[in-house]
Structures are given as C-alpha cells and as structure tokens.
C-alpha cells in the first residue's frame, strides 16, 4: 500500500486534534485532542518505518507513548488540582500567567 | 658618619613617626604618650640636622655641597631621576630651622592638643608634615622637589580642615588646596620647560646649563616665572594669597608651624635654591621683587584693621614672608634667609603665644573681646611682646637685624630697588604699629571677663561655638572647647616658649653688621657663582639703616600706644571718619570678593549648567533614560504576547510549526 494514504490519515488526524486543542475550553478534551496529534504523529513515525523497512521508526512511536503517558499523568493531576479549588474547569478561566 | 648618612636619618625619623602616631590612633586622648612619640621623632631628626650641621662644617667650604642618591626613582626615555639627597649649606640651614621650631611646636601641641579626640591623628598629620617639608628641602632634583611640594600641600590641607565637622574650616582647607594646586602646576610646568632646555631634572645638571644661556633668554625667563608662581601659591603673596588667613580655621600649633614659620617659607628656599635660574632672568627677579614689596605693604595695611587675632598675624607673615621673597628677588640671598629664620621664631612665639590667650578666653578670637591679660597671663605677656618686639624690629631684638639687612642690600642695588627699599620701611612703620595693636588690645585696657576670672584663679568657660560664624558645633572630633584650658598652665607650652622668646631676642647675633657674620660665611658657598654673595653695603650704611629701621619701629610702637592707651577710644572715631578706607582695608583690599566674582561664581554658574543641563537632561534624560525608554518598548511588545490564555499560546505554537513545515516544503520544492 503506497504510504501517502497513512500520511494523509495522519494529517488528518492532527489537524482534528490540532482544531480541537485551540477551539475547545474544557481542559479534559483539551488533553484528549493532544492525545490524538501525539498518535498522528505515531502513525506517521510507523508509516516511514513500513516504507523505509526497518523498525526503528516504531521505537520511536513507542518511546513517544510513553511520553504521552507521563503528560497525560500531569495533565490530568493539573485539572483535579483546579478542580479540589473548586475554580471552574475551563482552560481559559486560569489565565495568571499573563505577562 | 658623614653628612649625607645624617641626611637620610634627618628624613627617616618623622617618616617613622608618621607610621608610628598613625598606628596608635586608638590610643585615648589624654594619654600624652602619642605626643611625645611624635616629639621625639622630630627632636630626633633636629639632632641628626646637627650632625649634618657639624659634619658640613669639618669640610672645606667649596667642598660643601655633597650628594647622595639611594635608587633609581623613574629612568626611562632619556629621563633620570635618582632618589637622592643634597646637603649644602642651605639645604642644612632650611633643616635646622624646620626641625627646630618644628620640635619646639610639638612640645606645644602636646599639651595644647590634649583635650582633642583627634590627639594621634594631629601628631600623625604633624610628623607627615614635617617629613614633607624635609624632603622638599633635601631633594637634589626637581621630581623630589615637586613631590615634597605637593605632600606638603597635602599636609596643609589636612591640618586646616583638621576639625572636620565645622563648615568654615573644611571650606578653608579646600581653599588653600586649590590655591597650592595652582602653584604646583606652575612648578611642573617650570620642570618641563627646564627639562625641555637643559635635558636635565638634576639641579646640578640645570644650573649647569643655564649658566650658560644669555640673560633674559625667553625659556628662562618663562621658566622662572612658573617656578614663581609655586613660591607665590606656597608662600602667600600677591595675587596668590588668599588662603593664608583663612588657613587660620585650623588649631593653633597648625597655625604656628606651618602658616608662619616653615611651610610658608618654601618659596623663599625656592627661590634661593634656584637662584642660578633668575640669576639669569633678572626680569623674573624683578618681577618677583616687585610683586614682594606690594604683598609686604597689602598684607601690613590689612593687618591694620582685622580684629581677629590670629588673622592679623596670619597677614604679618604674610606681609614679612613679603620682605623674604624680595630678599632673594634682588639677590640678597643670606639676608633673605636671615629673615626667613628669625620670622619662623618670632613668629611661631607669637602664634603660641597667641593660642595660649584664645584658650584662656574659650576658643574666642576677637581682639574686640579681649583686654587686660598682661596681669592674670604675665608669661604669655613677656612671650607674646618680645615676639611684638622682634616683628616691630625693635632695636636690638633679632627682627631689626634681619629685615634691614634686606633693605640696606635694595639701597645698595639702587634705582628700582631703592624704590622698594623706601616701601619696605613704610611696611616696618606699618609692622611696628599692628603689633603693637596687638599687644595693647589684648594685653593692656580694661579686663575682659575672662581676664578676670583667670585672675582669681578661675578659668573660662568656653562654649562650642565656631569663632569664625558663630555656630553652634558638633563637638564628636574633639574641639578646644570647654575642657580645653590651659591658659599658660602647662609646663609643655612654657618649655616650647621660653627658647623661642630667646631666639626672637637674640636670633640676630648671627650677623650683626660689622660685629659678626657667621650666618653670611656659612651660606656663601651655596651663593659663590654669582658675584652678589659678596656684595653687601658698607658698615656704616648698614649701621645708618638699622638707625632709621629703629626710629620707625618706635614711632610705629608710639603711635599704637598713643592711640589705644593714652586716647583709647581714638580709633574708633578715626575709623567713622574714614569709614571708605577702613572698609577696604577690613575687607582685605577685595581680593577674595574679586576673585569670587571672577572666578568661584563663573564657575558655580558654569556648574550648575552643567548639572541641571548637561547632567539631568542629557546624561540622565537622553542617554539613560533613553536606553530605559527603548528596553521598556521592546518589553511591551513581548509582553503583550503573554496573554496567559492557554490556547493562545497552542495557536502560536501551531502558527509556528505551520510556518516552518511550509518554509521547509518550498525549499524541497
């Protein structure tokens, strides 16, 4: 299969998630839009292992997995901490880091 | 030993005692131990100047001119200048003196200074002095020359402004420092225009040299009158003397030893140590003659009138350093020098003296307020009027002796000199007549409280206040104030006095016209190039001068008797039918008011332009503030992008990243 189709999905696929991360307020979506550019780039990393025929490409995804993990991790810590102060859960309701 | 060894030990001891008095500053006041030290380094160095004297006199007298140089001070580029000494029969003659008086007025100030809280750092100042003032008179070249020059300069400054928290002394200090500063700068400029001539900084390479030019050459003469200016700045005389009486902010001592009897006469060495230059540029000489004789006639018509004690004699040493400086100017190099000695003991007697009324009246100055002393302060009395005596030239104290035989050398040059010969009388009438001033408004007329008191065994009691404006003082750094009296009760001040009131009597005896001529013989060698250092006027006309030199020191003394004893009062009528004269001569001829119209306004002015304009509006506004303005500028831009909006910053970051993906896919294309 010609691997310009998986790098079109994976455009695709990053672009949504790019859309969803500047036009959604709620900081859980937010995370999950992030999640899916991550996993747009993981496709493309794959696509360009397949097509050059070595497996390094698909460490790579692997490596940035597990990245994605640990920010998940902070992510998510970050939303219950603004939640336990009970500040509304809305990305641009913390705005302190105006200069 | 030899001679040049005592030399070096001459200089050593107050360096030594410097380091010593300084290192002790903690030592408390009222603990004489650091006075004593400092006395003893100068007493020391008096005895070595003996030795120097008595090692010079084993020698031959052309062989009396002996140097030595202890290492290299500056060698490069064509220039050497060797760190040495000269020992000739003026430079020990200079020594002698400064050493002596020097050692009799640490004797005073232990004493005088012992209430004061800056007890060490006087005596540390006072060695400083007195070694500056050494090496100024030691140094075989000019380097040294100007070094010393400037160290006492500096010594100078630090003494007047010595009570540091009053305004008046601190701006008296800064005046005299500027005033000296002028005169350094005459002294370099005349180094560099020698060196540029001769190629020598020796004074033995010098002279040399300019024994050999014609008379009046140009160099030469420019030459001279730079080192002139540096003896005028040095030595108080006119246009250059402004600072002289307002030296007199500083402690008594100070006022004795250094703005009477020694630093203040190092324009006269000067002259006389380079008197193969002006030799040579008799124009020079002649304006510095001339110059001279208007200070020594200014100075004693000022003295006329001032009601502040010390500033009255501070314008006698001016008006007699006058009688010095034209001494040397016509080549009257002995008898200059003779004056120049037995000024410093007369007039340092009569500073003590003086010191010892103004703490027995509790820091006050005015002779106004004073009266009546000469039974409660009978040894001050004795002291302060054989110091009168010998200044008024009363025959036969020392002052007589010494001033006519400057003025009988004038009559026997003729012409010009004889001119200023006449002035010079008409100033030792003047002299006579304020001393005497003096000696009756302090001494005789009604007791003044004070006087009084100290009569009945009491001693005044003294407030802090400045006697120059009246203002109450900050007393941390020690004053004479009301714990400071001593009134002639210390056997410190009478020890330093006693030799002193002999000397003034009986300085004289070292030449005496046709009796002897000790002083003459001794400083010829020193003078023997020129054909002046054996030329003097006949016995008899010398004998004729000191005849008429008498007279008018008796009429001088009758005079002030006539009008402050027998008419008291008489002078204060003269002075309201002469109001004009008597307010030009109180406010000292204008000088300092000319100068500040001239000189300090312009300058302030110029000052304040430059701090309101120059300072404030460009420094301050453009260059640093502009540097602010545009750092603040470019900030605000940055600082707008920070809105803090989280998906603001995702936008950026997308924006970005798009611009480089779309940067990098037309380059590949």
Redesign the interface.
Known sequence: MNVTWFLVLSAFLFCIG?TG??VR?NPLV?LLSLELMLNAGNLALIAFSRMVGNGEGQIFALVVMVIAACEVVIGLGLIVAIYRRRLPID??G?????? | MSATTFGWLVLIFPLVGTVLCALLYRMPARQPLVGWIGSAAIGLSFAAGIGMFIKLLDRAPEQRHLISNAFNYANSAGINVKLGILVDPLSVFMVLVVTGVSFLIHIYSVAYMKSDLGYARFFAYLNYFVFSMLLLLLANNFVLLIVGWAFVGAASYLLISFWYRRASATYAGIKAFVMNVIGDVGLVIAAFLLFQHTGSLDYNGVFAHAAHASSNTGWLVAACLMILVGAFAKSAQVPLHTWLPDAMEGPTPVSALIHAATMVTAGVYLIARTHVLFLHAPAAADVSAILGTATLLIAATIALVQTDLKRVIAYSTMSQIGYMIVGVSVFAWSAGLFHLMTHAFFKALLFMAAGSVISAMGGEQNMDRMGGFRRAMPFTFITFTFGALALAGFFPFSGIFSKDAILGFEFDRGGLYAVLAVVGYLGSFLTAFYAFRMVFRTFFGEMAPEAESLSRGELAHGEHFNPATGEEEDTEVGFPGPDHQIAEREPAMKVAMAPLAFLAFAAGIVWIPGVTDWLEKFLEPTFADSSFATQHPSTSAEWIGIAVGAVLSIAGIGLAWFLYERRAGATLRLRDRFRPVHDFLFNKWYFDDLYDAVFVHPMRAFGGFGRRVIETDFVQGAIVGGAGRVVGAGTSI??????????AY??LL?LGVGGLLLYFLIRSA
């Open positions: 790019a991360v500047l307020r937010v990305v641009d913390v705005s302190e880091m105006r200069g | 940055a600082r707008s992008i920070q809105t803090g909006y989280l998906r995702a936008f997308l």
